[in-house]
């Protein structure tokens, strides 16, 4: 008999095993790539059976494919959800969730700092759909408690924060959350299952961008979103089924692919980032670095408690202005100058002039988020390579 999901106890064995649709007619070890737009029924009764909802069975990509069901089930058993639905990219999850738990004349509190596209859909988007929001110092639970209206159906953040890396002690949000009988909804994409259980803090709903950490290789954009059966089969029964942010097959089954090495690039990303952020935090140089993994982060606490590792995601600022940080980032040579994160290869970025240009310079001051701030996501390369680069773009940089 084979195991299911809850008899495989540890992680880095479900990344590989659960979830598994196989290949019933052939055996094949990879479960094919079902890439179709439609599956034929036996008669007429079939298909209307299967619409109705009365039949199992698949009816139309857009509305369920086997390759993409593995990921969903993978996805469930790694975040310890019962259920998950998969999305064309992350930004699909985002909205695609938020908008199956929001209709006109609700309200949610958001923390003011999180992805910019995120920021950029609740801030510019929701107005113009009667829903309105408060935007809060996430970590000021007296801010986020006094945010609460009688229209207030959710709370939504990041942890850690993209992209100073501020991190939320999601206990305290639960706990608010509980008080005020509010869906707690957050962004699991800088951790992975592998450093961070939302679940285990009773968050509601767990999304992640899959094109990050879970797909790992820069060559796929997706979203996942995790929670209960019910909370996933009323976002595809609304709002992925009638706003369409689909997934592929092809790219379901390259993440699924992926996620068989989570674990073991996960700890390698942190192995690197570790060495890195202690490279930083000592250069002459270097103004200040924003790691969790560091003693002087204002969230090291979480580390081991809430957060297993600090993960592969650094900010910092360079000595000087915005024109040192540009002429540091212009003669690096092995780190990759790109936005996202997650892949085998370290990408370093400007979130002020890139992926938090969707804030106006107010609002990224009112985030935290620094004109001057720097991200890199340290990759696989030898941390010898990254760092030498790193030294040799700083003294080029004077
Ligand atoms: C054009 S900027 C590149 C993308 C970046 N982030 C994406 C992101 C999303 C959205 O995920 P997609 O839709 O799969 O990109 C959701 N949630 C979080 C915490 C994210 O970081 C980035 O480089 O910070």
């Not at 240009?357 to 390579?385: C, F, K, M, N, Q």
């Amino acid at each position: 008999m084979k195991s299911s999901n809850k008899q495989l106890k540890h992680l880095e064995t479900r990344a590989i095993h659960s979830g598994r649709v196989g290949d019933p007619s052939f055996g094949s070890l990879a479960t094919p790539i079902h890439q179709t737009s439609t599956f034929i029924f036996d008669n007429v009764e079939q298909g209307a059976n299967r619409f109705a909802g009365e039949e199992q069975g698949y009816i139309y990509s857009r509305l369920g494919n086997p390759t993409v069901r593995e990921l969903e089930q993978k996805m469930a058993a790694l975040e310890n959800t019962e259920d998950a639905a998969a999305f064309g990219s992350g930004m699909g999850a985002v909205s695609a969730t938020l908008l199956a738990n929001l209709k006109q004349g609700d309200h949610l509190v958001a923390s003011s700092a999180l992805y910019g596209c995120s920021f950029a859909l609740i801030n510019h988007k929701f107005p113009d759909f009667g829903i309105e929001v408060t935007f809060v110092d996430i970590t000021d639970e007296q801010e986020v408690e006094k945010a609460i209206q009688e229209n207030t159906k959710l709370i939504y953040f990041e942890t850690p924060i993209n992209p100073n890396l501020v991190c939320v002690d999601m206990a305290k949000i639960s706990a608010i959350a509980k008080r005020h009988n509010l869906l707690t909804i957050m962004d699991n994409t800088f951790m992975s299952p592998v450093l961070q259980q939302p679940s285990d803090f009773d968050m509601d709903l767990i999304i992640h961008s899959a094109t990050k950490y879970l797909n790992g290789h820069g060559d796929v954009i997706g979203g996942i979103v995790c929670g209960s059966e019910e909370q996933i089969g009323h976002i595809k029964m609304t709002t992925q089924k009638d706003m369409g942010a689909t997934m592929s097959p092809n790219d379901a089954w390259l993440i699924t692919r992926g996620l068989k090495t989570l674990s073991v690039r996960v700890e390698r990303h942190c192995d690197n980032a570790e060495k890195v952020a202690d490279y930083l935090a000592t250069h002459s140089d270097i103004e200040q670095v924003y790691y969790p993994g560091l003693k002087d982060h204002p969230a090291h606490y979480l580390i081991g408690t809430q957060m297993k590792r600090a993960g592969g995601v650094i900010a910092f600022e360079v000595k000087g202005g915005f024109d040192d940080a540009v002429r540091f980032m212009n003669q690096l040579d092995l780190c990759h100058i790109a936005v996202s994160l997650g892949d085998a290869e370290t990408l370093i970025q400007h979130p002020a002039s890139m992926t938090h240009s969707t804030y106006t310079p107010e609002e990224r001051a009112e985030a935290g988020i620094s004109e001057t701030l720097i991200r890199i996501s340290v990759g696989l390369e030898h941390h010898d390579d990254i760092i030498a680069d790193l030294e040799q773009a700083l003294k080029r940089m004077k």
